[in-house]
């Protein structure tokens, strides 16, 4: 009799398989080879071979080839159609009988049978080569194109090709293939083949001499889906191959077991995660992660359910596979904490990476107002001693009482339109700058050039000029006129300076504020402060044409989440979108509560992704940067951050001229997600690479 898991596992498979005995009998056969034969399941065990497959003379050529080789056997259906069936055998380790698997050829025999009306029929369409669906050419003996028609050219890849030398031309041709087509013919009459292959198609050529000689025909068809179905049969006798060793072969933990979650089999891998004598033990007992919803979730799913699990210092994947037919759950386990921590690693990385961005332009964010504070602060010096100079000055001249009051209300004046300056077009400011220099001309005042710009800042004309003259005196009037004016710097220096410097406050402070510094991991997190701040971050990049719009509900409330991890998601995003306009465009951004959650949309009016690439823009290492510019860690490490660490969403939508990036994130608590059982991924949430880290054999 055959393994009984071999049974369970060979009853799925589409290819034919049987063991037999050395005997020639029928230890067992799938349903797949009763069909090919036209019986019903289950009716060929115990029969031979030979009388299964109507053919005498079938089990002694199939047992005389050598394991892993194939032959043809002719046999005949129920309802007396002969078919072809191209089988091979192995020996199954420890035992007599040996894995035979059988795949239909009948089509093949009938090709190659016909192989010369084929030939035949290439001649006629190679006098309407345009018509031709295949590649079809004609050659000089120096194996120069003299003719070529459509589907040749397509293949090739290049426009005209005639003239050209088809062995540089064609993939898989060489000189020495071509010393075997001239030999052909110049009277060995063989038909030289040749299999050639180009972005994904797969072409057989046939050459053919002429009558004459001097002229080769070449034909060609497509048997890319003839070259797919023999990979897929090739691996598939590799997995029927290898069910005779499973599973004590297998590297990764194998468990089977029934509804309840009783272990009814583990092998040695298993049993060495989990520990000795695991059969009869519980499931859930023993890898409480999985937990009971997400048991039920795999029991209830039709499809293979992806369980991700801590077990003491390691990380597994778990493929559940439930079989209705037998109720039992099978489980493959595969080894993921390399992946794990290299996948940490690589997000590191990325943060280190997106971290000395973000210094270079808060660098240059804050040069800008310091260097505008330092280069004010040295005006002052100079400002501020000719103050002292004009002000010593006039204390020695006398000033009346009305002179000072004056004065004062003139350095009044100076004090706020230093803070607040007048708002003048440019032809007004002129004007009146003209104005004011007349005045002073007119007086024999030195310096109008230097004067004038500085007076009419303070909002001073020839009426407050008359009217400083009558008071201070023709004498006192220059010394008065530079004291005002050197006032006025002072003040607006001083201004400057504060501005710079709050402006430097206010930038570290948005940073302090966006690394959450000296603050607890898990918080209160205002959304929109964290969106600010992001936005102060990388005002440099955003400052040169990108116009941004902020639309916050006045409901988001706090929610409890990694307010610097958060930060981050903001980054790339803004970030991303950034890029994608080429530092050109606008973004929106909005906010608003949404049941339990919080809802942040970004979007940006780019040229939006291609729909054939959406699907894959959270996958690791992905991007539509250039080389160089992209590391393709951005989008992963958002969607990690989002749905592991926060239990949230993201979702994306695009098209020409836009792309926005929707995130829902919980009110209530998030936590990380190794602290909670998982529960099964839905097939829109499962990551690219999920099916290969779960190990299935």
Not at 195 to 216: H, K, L, N
Not at 303 to 308: G, H, I, N, S, Y
Not at 387 to 402: C, H, N, S, W, Y
């Amino acid at each position: 009799m055959a393994e009984p898991l071999l049974d369970e596992i060979a009853d799925e498979l589409p290819v034919a398989v049987a063991v037999l005995g050395p005997d020639g009998y029928l230890r067992y056969a799938n349903p797949a080879l009763a069909d090919r034969l036209g019986q019903p399941p289950g009716s060929l065990t115990g029969r031979g071979l030979d009388e299964t497959l109507g053919s005498p003379g079938s089990f002694v050529a199939l047992s005389q080839v050598a394991s892993g080789e194939e032959v043809e056997l002719s046999c005949r259906r129920t309802d007396g159609t002969e078919i072809w069936l191209l089988a091979s055998c192995r020996p199954m380790d420890g035992t007599e009988a040996w894995v035979a698997v059988f795949s239909d050829a009948t089509e093949r025999h009938r090709i190659e049978a016909e192989h010369g009306a084929q030939t035949a029929a290439l001649a006629r369409l190679a006098e309407l080569p345009e018509k031709n669906p295949g590649p079809v050419g004609r050659l000089t003996l120096d194996a120069d194109v003299l003719m070529a028609n459509a589907a040749a050219r397509r293949f090739i890849g290049e426009g005209n090709i005639e003239g050209r030398c088809w062995v540089d031309l064609c993939p898989g041709m060489t000189w020495d293939l071509w010393r075997e087509v001239l030999a052909a013919a110049q009277g060995s009459g063989e038909r030289v083949l040749h299999e050639a292959e180009r972005d994904g198609i797969c072409v057989m050529f046939t050459y053919v001499p002429s009558q004459s000689g001097d002229v080769i025909f070449v034909y060609g068809a497509d048997i890319t889906a003839r070259r797919r179905d023999e990979e897929l049969l090739a691996e598939q006798t590799a997995r029927v191959a290898e069910v005779a060793r499973f599973p004590e072969m297998n590297p990764g933990p194998v468990l089977r077991m029934d509804t309840a979650g009783k272990v009814l089999m583990a092998n040695a891998a298993a049993q060495k995660v989990f520990g000795d004598a695991l059969v009869g033990r519980g499931w859930l007992e023993l890898c409480p992660p999985i937990g009971s919803q997400a048991w039920a979730g795999a029991l209830a799913s039709p499809e293979v359910v992806f369980l991700e699990a801590r077990v003491e210092d390691r990380y597994y994947v778990f493929a559940h596979r439930f079989d209705p037919r037998t109720q039992l759950m099978f489980v493959f386990g595969a080894d993921v904490t390399a992946q794990k921590l290299a996948e940490q690693a690589l997000r590191q990385s990325e943060r280190m990476a997106t971290l000395g961005t973000l210094a270079a332009g808060v660098a240059h964010e804050l040069n800008n107002p310091a260097a505008a504070t330092r280069r004010a602060a040295d005006q002052l010096r100079q400002a501020f001693g000719q103050f002292e100079d004009a002000q010593i000055q006039l204390d020695t001249t006398g000033l009346t009482p009305e002179s000072r009051e004056l004065l004062r209300e003139f350095d009044e004046r100076a004090r706020s339109l230093a803070e607040q300056p007048a708002d003048l077009g440019t032809l007004d400011r002129g004007d009146r700058e003209a104005d004011v220099e007349d005045w002073l001309d007119d007086r024999g005042v030195e310096d109008t050039w230097d004067l004038a710009p500085a007076l009419v800042s303070q909002d001073v004309g020839p009426q407050d000029l008359d009217r400083l003259a009558a008071v201070v005196g023709d004498e006192r009037l220059p010394i008065a006129l530079a004291l005002l004016t050197s006032a006025f710097r002072v003040h607006m220096l001083a201004h400057e300076i504060g501005q710079g410097t709050g402006r430097i406050s206010e930038i570290v402070g948005a940073l302090k504020s966006y690394s959450y510094l000296g603050q607890a991991p898990v918080q209160a997190v205002n959304v929109h402060e964290g969106l600010d701040n992001t936005l102060v971050i990388l005002r440099n990049k955003l400052k040169h044409g990108i116009e941004i719009s902020r639309k916050y509900g006045g409901d988001v409330p706090p929610i409890s989440a990694f307010g610097s991890e958060l930060n981050q998601v903001w980054t790339n995003l803004i970030d991303n979108a950034a890029d994608a306009m080429d530092g050109r465009g606008h973004i929106e951004i909005r906010t608003r509560r949404d049941g339990d959650w919080v809802l942040v949309e970004i979007e940006d009016d780019g040229p939006g992704i291609p729909r054939r690439i959406q699907h894959q823009v959270f996958d690791p290492f992905f991007t539509t940067k250039e080389p160089g510019k992209g590391t393709g860690l951005g989008l992963s490490t958002t969607y990690s951050i989002i749905t592991e660490k926060h239990h949230g969403t993201i979702a994306l939508r695009s098209a020409p001229g836009m792309t926005c990036f929707s995130v829902r994130l919980p009110i209530e608590s998030a936590v990380a997600a190794a602290d909670v059982p998982q529960e099964p991924l839905s097939d829109a949430e499962k990551p690219a690479d999920y099916a290969s880290r779960a190990g299935r054999v």
